[in-house]
T-cell receptor, first 112, second 113 residues
Protein backbone atom coordinates (compact mmCIF):
# COMPACT_ATOMS: atom_id res chain seq x y z
CA UNK A 1 0.00 0.00 0.00
CA UNK A 2 0.84 3.68 -0.04
CA UNK A 3 3.47 5.02 2.36
CA UNK A 4 3.93 8.75 2.99
CA UNK A 5 6.99 10.15 4.75
CA UNK A 6 6.99 13.74 6.01
CA UNK A 7 9.91 15.92 7.13
CA UNK A 8 10.74 17.68 9.32
CA UNK A 9 8.64 16.63 12.31
CA UNK A 10 9.12 20.05 13.91
CA UNK A 11 10.03 23.38 12.36
CA UNK A 12 10.60 26.69 14.09
CA UNK A 13 10.94 29.92 12.10
CA UNK A 14 10.96 33.63 12.75
CA UNK A 15 7.97 35.67 11.68
CA UNK A 16 8.44 36.76 8.08
CA UNK A 17 10.68 33.84 7.15
CA UNK A 18 9.70 31.05 4.77
CA UNK A 19 8.85 27.51 5.81
CA UNK A 20 9.18 24.38 3.69
CA UNK A 21 7.77 20.96 4.51
CA UNK A 22 8.57 17.96 2.33
CA UNK A 23 6.79 14.67 1.71
CA UNK A 24 7.58 11.56 -0.30
CA UNK A 25 5.15 8.86 -1.38
CA UNK A 26 5.56 5.32 -2.62
CA UNK A 27 2.60 4.58 -4.91
CA UNK A 28 3.31 5.82 -8.42
CA UNK A 29 -0.45 5.67 -9.13
CA UNK A 30 -1.14 8.41 -6.56
CA UNK A 31 -2.79 11.39 -8.23
CA UNK A 32 -4.09 13.73 -5.53
CA UNK A 33 -2.00 15.43 -2.84
CA UNK A 34 -3.75 17.62 -0.24
CA UNK A 35 -2.20 19.52 2.64
CA UNK A 36 -4.13 19.98 5.88
CA UNK A 37 -3.55 22.41 8.74
CA UNK A 38 -4.59 21.33 12.22
CA UNK A 39 -4.59 23.77 15.10
CA UNK A 40 -4.47 22.38 18.61
CA UNK A 41 -7.71 20.62 19.46
CA UNK A 42 -9.30 21.52 16.14
CA UNK A 43 -10.28 19.59 13.02
CA UNK A 44 -7.87 19.28 10.06
CA UNK A 45 -8.62 21.88 7.40
CA UNK A 46 -7.54 21.73 3.79
CA UNK A 47 -5.22 24.60 2.89
CA UNK A 48 -4.11 23.61 -0.60
CA UNK A 49 -4.09 20.58 -2.86
CA UNK A 50 -2.53 19.53 -6.13
CA UNK A 51 -3.33 16.92 -8.72
CA UNK A 52 -0.78 14.99 -10.68
CA UNK A 53 -1.37 16.83 -13.94
CA UNK A 54 0.22 20.03 -12.58
CA UNK A 55 3.64 20.70 -11.08
CA UNK A 56 2.94 23.74 -8.92
CA UNK A 57 -0.01 25.54 -7.43
CA UNK A 58 -0.11 28.83 -5.50
CA UNK A 59 -2.62 30.48 -3.23
CA UNK A 60 -1.39 33.76 -1.79
CA UNK A 61 1.41 32.91 0.66
CA UNK A 62 1.07 29.16 0.20
CA UNK A 63 2.40 27.05 -2.65
CA UNK A 64 2.73 23.35 -3.31
CA UNK A 65 5.12 21.71 -5.75
CA UNK A 66 4.93 18.17 -7.08
CA UNK A 67 7.66 16.09 -8.67
CA UNK A 68 6.02 12.90 -9.95
CA UNK A 69 9.26 11.41 -11.21
CA UNK A 70 10.88 11.64 -7.79
CA UNK A 71 7.57 10.99 -6.01
CA UNK A 72 7.82 13.96 -3.70
CA UNK A 73 5.81 17.09 -3.01
CA UNK A 74 6.43 20.11 -0.83
CA UNK A 75 4.54 22.86 0.94
CA UNK A 76 6.00 26.36 0.89
CA UNK A 77 4.74 29.11 3.18
CA UNK A 78 6.20 32.58 2.63
CA UNK A 79 6.11 35.58 4.97
CA UNK A 80 5.09 33.39 7.88
CA UNK A 81 2.88 34.83 10.61
CA UNK A 82 2.27 33.61 14.18
CA UNK A 83 -1.19 32.40 13.15
CA UNK A 84 0.49 29.95 10.76
CA UNK A 85 1.63 28.02 13.84
CA UNK A 86 -0.06 24.59 13.71
CA UNK A 87 0.53 20.98 12.70
CA UNK A 88 0.60 20.47 8.94
CA UNK A 89 -0.17 17.11 7.35
CA UNK A 90 0.53 16.02 3.82
CA UNK A 91 -1.45 13.20 2.26
CA UNK A 92 -1.55 11.18 -0.91
CA UNK A 93 -4.47 9.50 -2.64
CA UNK A 94 -3.55 6.42 -4.62
CA UNK A 95 -5.27 4.63 -7.42
CA UNK A 96 -8.22 3.80 -5.15
CA UNK A 97 -9.48 7.37 -5.68
CA UNK A 98 -10.75 7.63 -2.13
CA UNK A 99 -8.18 6.54 0.44
CA UNK A 100 -5.89 9.24 1.81
CA UNK A 101 -2.62 8.15 3.39
CA UNK A 102 -1.25 10.81 5.71
CA UNK A 103 2.24 11.76 6.79
CA UNK A 104 2.95 11.98 10.50
CA UNK A 105 2.72 15.76 10.54
CA UNK A 106 5.00 18.76 11.03
CA UNK A 107 4.63 21.05 14.03
CA UNK A 108 5.33 24.54 12.71
CA UNK A 109 6.06 27.27 15.23
CA UNK A 110 6.34 30.86 14.02
CA UNK A 111 8.06 33.03 16.59
CA UNK A 112 7.04 36.71 16.71
CA UNK B 1 -23.93 25.63 5.44
CA UNK B 2 -23.34 23.14 8.22
CA UNK B 3 -20.11 21.23 8.21
CA UNK B 4 -19.43 17.68 9.34
CA UNK B 5 -20.51 17.14 12.93
CA UNK B 6 -19.61 14.37 15.36
CA UNK B 7 -20.89 13.29 18.73
CA UNK B 8 -19.97 12.97 21.46
CA UNK B 9 -17.01 15.35 21.45
CA UNK B 10 -15.46 13.44 24.35
CA UNK B 11 -16.07 9.93 25.62
CA UNK B 12 -14.49 8.33 28.65
CA UNK B 13 -15.20 4.65 29.11
CA UNK B 14 -13.95 1.70 31.05
CA UNK B 15 -11.99 -1.10 29.46
CA UNK B 16 -14.31 -3.79 28.15
CA UNK B 17 -17.29 -1.52 27.49
CA UNK B 18 -18.77 -0.87 24.06
CA UNK B 19 -18.88 2.63 22.58
CA UNK B 20 -20.73 4.15 19.66
CA UNK B 21 -19.48 7.24 17.84
CA UNK B 22 -21.68 9.24 15.50
CA UNK B 23 -20.94 11.24 12.38
CA UNK B 24 -23.26 13.58 10.47
CA UNK B 25 -21.73 14.36 7.08
CA UNK B 26 -22.36 17.42 4.97
CA UNK B 27 -25.77 17.10 3.34
CA UNK B 28 -25.52 15.59 -0.13
CA UNK B 29 -22.06 14.12 0.35
CA UNK B 30 -22.11 10.54 -0.84
CA UNK B 31 -18.64 9.57 0.40
CA UNK B 32 -17.85 9.22 4.10
CA UNK B 33 -14.63 8.22 5.83
CA UNK B 34 -13.49 7.35 9.34
CA UNK B 35 -9.93 7.98 10.52
CA UNK B 36 -8.14 7.45 13.82
CA UNK B 37 -5.57 9.91 15.16
CA UNK B 38 -3.39 8.76 18.01
CA UNK B 39 -1.67 11.42 20.09
CA UNK B 40 1.04 13.16 18.08
CA UNK B 41 0.44 10.98 15.04
CA UNK B 42 -1.01 11.34 11.58
CA UNK B 43 -4.44 10.22 10.55
CA UNK B 44 -4.95 6.50 10.03
CA UNK B 45 -7.64 5.39 7.55
CA UNK B 46 -10.27 3.07 9.00
CA UNK B 47 -13.17 2.71 6.56
CA UNK B 48 -14.79 4.29 3.52
CA UNK B 49 -18.48 4.45 2.61
CA UNK B 50 -19.88 5.23 -0.81
CA UNK B 51 -23.56 5.74 -0.16
CA UNK B 52 -24.61 3.07 2.30
CA UNK B 53 -22.06 0.48 1.27
CA UNK B 54 -18.52 0.10 2.58
CA UNK B 55 -16.30 -1.11 -0.24
CA UNK B 56 -13.16 -0.74 1.87
CA UNK B 57 -13.00 -1.80 5.50
CA UNK B 58 -9.32 -2.64 5.31
CA UNK B 59 -8.27 -0.10 7.93
CA UNK B 60 -10.41 -1.44 10.75
CA UNK B 61 -7.86 -2.61 13.36
CA UNK B 62 -9.76 -5.67 14.55
CA UNK B 63 -13.16 -7.35 14.48
CA UNK B 64 -14.08 -5.31 17.57
CA UNK B 65 -14.51 -2.35 15.21
CA UNK B 66 -17.53 -2.00 12.96
CA UNK B 67 -19.31 0.82 11.18
CA UNK B 68 -22.54 1.39 9.39
CA UNK B 69 -24.19 4.14 7.43
CA UNK B 70 -27.88 4.62 6.85
CA UNK B 71 -29.72 6.66 4.26
CA UNK B 72 -26.53 8.13 2.76
CA UNK B 73 -26.38 10.23 5.89
CA UNK B 74 -25.45 9.42 9.46
CA UNK B 75 -22.71 6.93 10.19
CA UNK B 76 -21.86 5.20 13.43
CA UNK B 77 -18.55 3.64 14.39
CA UNK B 78 -18.87 1.00 17.08
CA UNK B 79 -16.01 -0.33 19.15
CA UNK B 80 -16.82 -3.39 21.21
CA UNK B 81 -14.94 -4.49 24.33
CA UNK B 82 -12.77 -1.37 24.30
CA UNK B 83 -9.09 -1.64 25.12
CA UNK B 84 -6.69 1.06 26.32
CA UNK B 85 -4.96 1.11 22.94
CA UNK B 86 -8.24 2.26 21.40
CA UNK B 87 -7.76 5.65 23.08
CA UNK B 88 -7.46 8.22 20.29
CA UNK B 89 -9.36 10.90 18.44
CA UNK B 90 -11.75 9.42 15.90
CA UNK B 91 -12.32 11.72 12.96
CA UNK B 92 -15.02 11.50 10.35
CA UNK B 93 -14.82 13.17 6.94
CA UNK B 94 -17.14 13.47 3.98
CA UNK B 95 -16.76 14.45 0.35
CA UNK B 96 -19.25 15.14 -2.41
CA UNK B 97 -17.99 12.04 -4.15
CA UNK B 98 -14.86 9.93 -3.94
CA UNK B 99 -11.68 11.60 -5.12
CA UNK B 100 -12.70 15.11 -4.10
CA UNK B 101 -11.84 17.29 -1.10
CA UNK B 102 -12.54 15.62 2.22
CA UNK B 103 -14.07 17.82 4.91
CA UNK B 104 -13.38 16.76 8.46
CA UNK B 105 -15.51 16.82 11.55
CA UNK B 106 -14.20 17.99 14.94
CA UNK B 107 -13.57 14.44 16.10
CA UNK B 108 -14.50 12.38 19.14
CA UNK B 109 -11.79 12.04 21.76
CA UNK B 110 -12.08 8.53 23.20
CA UNK B 111 -10.34 7.69 26.45
CA UNK B 112 -10.40 4.10 27.67
CA UNK B 113 -9.48 3.75 31.33
Amino acid sequence: GENVEQHPSTLSVQEGDSAVIKCTYSDSASNYFPWYKQELGKRPQLIIDIRSNVGEKKDQRIAVTLNKTAKHFSLHITETQPEDSAVYFCAAMGGSNYKLTFGKGTLLTVNP
Amino acid sequence: GAGVSQSPSNKVTEKGKDVELRCDPISGHTALYWYRQRLGQGLEFLIYFQGNSAPDKSGLPSDRFSAERTGESVSTLTIQRTQQEDSAVYLCASSSTSGTEQFFGPGTRLTVL
